[in-house]
């Protein structure tokens, strides 16, 4: 049995290649773990919003044109994997990102599913169809 290699290695402009570490398996398992939590429309509705300003659970209801109790089940979920953080101000509880990264995830969502990107998605949706 062959070992595995933590070392990839890619190619760069000029015909050169490049060697790269490659993220231990143990590190891709947790963030698949992560990307699994935040693969669900409301739950990436919060984020996007809140990567804007930090708001209210009420507020993000009306938002997300969702009942509260149930934007408080997509918080709590955000919150225990660590993306979100909260804090009581009187009656209401506001909730702001936690994780800068999921910007950088919000960013590659615009770009593929954004106004632009919903064009393309959908052109490929009808070659698979085919």
Do not use: W
């Amino acid at each position: 049995m062959g070992t595995t290699s933590n070392i990839s290695q890619i190619a760069v402009s000029g015909g050169k290649t490049q060697q790269r570490q490659l993220i231990p398996l143990e590190a891709m398992e947790f963030a698949a773990e992560c990307l699994r939590t935040l693969a669900h429309p409301h739950r990436l509705r919060i984020v996007e919003i809140l990567l804007d300003h930090e708001e209210s659970v009420g507020e993000l209801a009306r938002a997300c044109e969702l009942p509260s109790h149930m934007v408080s089940d997509h918080l709590r979920i955000l919150k225990d994997r660590g993306f979100l953080e909260n804090e009581r101000q009187g009656r209401k509880v506001f909730y702001r990102i936690a994780e800068p990264a999921l910007g950088d995830i919000l960013s590659c969502i615009r770009k593929r599913f954004g106004a632009e990107g919903q064009c393309r998605a959908a052109e490929e949706k009808a070659r698979a169809a085919l």
